[in-house]
């Protein structure tokens, strides 16, 4: 009984933590098609559970168990706007092509929400300094929205891509195959870009070099 009261207070502090940060949604398309769809489909009372959510989500895989371990947010905004493209994150706002939403065919609304788990990581992740490489975090959020359960059917799979850095589902398939060696490993080289950036991070956690780990991975998938 005390281990379940513990459990339980332990879910609401949480809980609590995560609704520390605001969380605002905005559909300034609501004119056009994609802007009337986002309402129909997916709505704004969703999307901001989404944000809360994928949050709880990101400091889970991240293991940032404590607010000094994550990045000071107080505000995160949802822009649903009528611009090009899919979607972006940007000072603590992330916009979301209504059009993108107009013309998916399928279940827009699981589609969104694993863009939203995506954009949500580059609100809270660290990208040492802005060294790390470009197609890394962008892996990593996608490594995220792989764990979460909303990769969609069209990403590469397991042992595909060119580069362990091209990004994305590419760079996201090969950190799930590194995080299979050693379980946190993600968490661990997102702590290690706290302040700043080296490739031989994947020395220091895996004992190989990162080219050494990719031939290995291809290796593995290469049937």
Not at 43 to 68: H, P
Not at 82 to 93: K, L, Q, R, T
Not at 145 to 168: E, F, M, T
């Amino acid at each position: 009984m005390v281990h379940h009261l513990f459990l339980i207070i332990t879910f609401i502090l949480a809980t609590a933590t995560v609704h520390a940060v605001e969380y605002a949604v905005t559909n300034t398309a609501g004119s056009t098609s994609g802007g009337a769809r986002f309402n129909s489909e997916i709505g704004a009372d969703y999307s901001r559970r989404t944000l809360i959510s994928s949050t709880a989500f990101i400091w889970r895989t991240f293991k940032q168990n404590t607010a000094v371990e994550r990045k000071s947010v107080a505000k995160v905004t949802l822009i649903v706007e009528d611009i090009d493209g899919v979607a972006f994150a940007s000072n603590n706002e992330i916009h979301v092509s209504a059009r993108y939403i107009g013309r998916y065919s399928g279940d827009v609304r699981r589609e969104i929400t694993g863009v939203l788990y995506h954009e949500m990581v580059h609100i809270w992740q660290w990208n040492g300094n802005g060294q790390a490489p470009g197609g890394l975090i962008e892996g990593i959020a996608d490594f995220v929205r792989l764990k979460a359960g909303y990769a969609p059917s069209h990403w590469v799979k397991p042992g595909g891509g060119n580069r362990w850095d091209q990004g994305y589902d590419v760079t996201a398939r090969f950190l799930d195959y590194c995080n299979g060696l050693r379980n946190g490993f993600v968490a661990e080289l997102n702590k290690k870009m706290r302040g700043g950036y080296n490739v031989n991070y994947f020395v220091e956690l895996l004992g190989k070099t990162v080219d050494q780990l990719w031939t290995d991975y291809k290796a593995k998938y290469k049937n």
